[in-house]
């Protein structure tokens, strides 16, 4: 079966106050694009999946920057573009038209020009295109090609900017088709062992390890075959510089997690079993849940955690609790640095996976709705009952389900949860998650 191909990354660099935020929200919160927020996470928005034509991308903002005094600016600029460059397939580079070009521009354009990564110059507040037309051309100067006038604030000029963007998106051609390998992405919080289980599943130092939080250098593919099976795992790398303040650690470690789920089919997360879990790890798993990917929760350094016969209990219910969204993913207790329990990662591993991209006949699940019916009625609001004709799953990774009704109103939360349960009491589906569609069928087709 073809791989889904994994969604480009875009991000936006630029100076404080050229209007990164304003752009951001109009892309996020705009007919352009469709956002949808976790229940039970609060989350800055840094990433934002964005539909243009026949495209969807991830669109994510490298981050805020204090604007303290210019040498700041530069240093921080220059480390929004390093993360751009390390993780985007196209890197938005935003100036302001009333500022003017300023001596920062200049350095960061170099940098991204060095990169050869494809850079979209896009000149922000351009409010009055004929009178601001000579401003906008200053910026030719950068020498990064032509600079694309917007307006985030009126709203003008974008699409004619993301017309030229999604030249740059790597078509689909470029995916593996036939690479049925399972991708891995080992995500979590700075310091949990991600390095050093990917160390011991190659049976070498690869990366760099040490105990200072974010000292990873890059991410990592690294093909491991064990069994005779191949694996890809991608390590989401820290960050490069040991002096970043915390925040902008964060921030770091949510875009490369952003990067390496988009390009996995399966995400550990791994949490530090002497700190316990934390709304950090939950912020972390939110974004694999976004996305539908099967999901394993590694618990590390568990040998370093005294125990008694209700300890491992104890922890699963925190982490249930805290992970409350995501009430499919499989647990494990796992140790990187003995190699404690890795065999029964990969069985986890394997077990998701196929749960990921499993396939259930139309004709089973009509019978499971029609049981599911017969036991408990679907609810009814003054006088009008909901009716459930069919069910059909329509795509895998993440497996996708269509259910026809009379109302969708009457479609309550509650009891698409009671379907989903349901089918996972007859098939399983450990592991991943499953998303319903509610569809209507016109007054005719009843």
Known sequence: MAKKSSRPIVAVVGRPNVGKSTFFNVMAGSNISIV?????????????????LNYNFTLIDTGGIEPDSKDIILSQMRSQAQIAIDTADVILFMVDVKQGLVDADGKVADMLRRSRKPVLLVVNKVDAPVKQMADVYEFYNLGIGDPWPISSVNRTGLGEMLDELVK??????????????????????????????????????RLIVSDVAGTTRDAVDAEVTYHGKSYIFIDTAGVRRKNK?????????????????????????MIDAVEGVTEQDAKI????????????????????????DKTIYRFQEKIRQTLSFMSYAEIIFISALTGQRLGKLYETIDMVAANHAMRISTGVLNEILAEAVAMQQPPSDKGKRLRMYYITQVSVKPPTFVIFVNDKELMHFSYTRYIENKIRDTFGFRGTPLHFIIRERSKKEQ
């Not at 790597?170 to 995500?187: K, L, M, N, S």
């Not at 650690?249 to 997690?257: Q, T």
């Not at 798993?285 to 008694?308: C, F, L, P, Q, T």
């Open 245 to 269: 303040i915390k925040e902008d650690l964060e921030h770091f470690m949510i875009i490369r997690a952003v990067a390496a789920v988009e390009r996995a089919d399966v995400a550990v997360l």
């Open 36 to 52: 949808k927020d976790t229940p039970g996470i609060t989350r800055d928005r840094i990433y934002a999946d964005v539909f243009w």
């Open 168 to 205: 740059y998106l790597p078509g689909e051609a470029t995916q593996e088709e036939d690479d049925d390998r399972v991708r891995v992405a080992i995500i979590g919080k700075p310091n949990v062992g991600k390095s050093s289980l990917i160390n011991k599943l190659l049976g070498e130092e």
């Open 285 to 308: 798993a939110g974004i694999a849940h976004d996305r539908g990917k099967a999901m394993i929760v590694a618990v590390n350094k568990w040998d370093a955690v005294e125990k008694d």
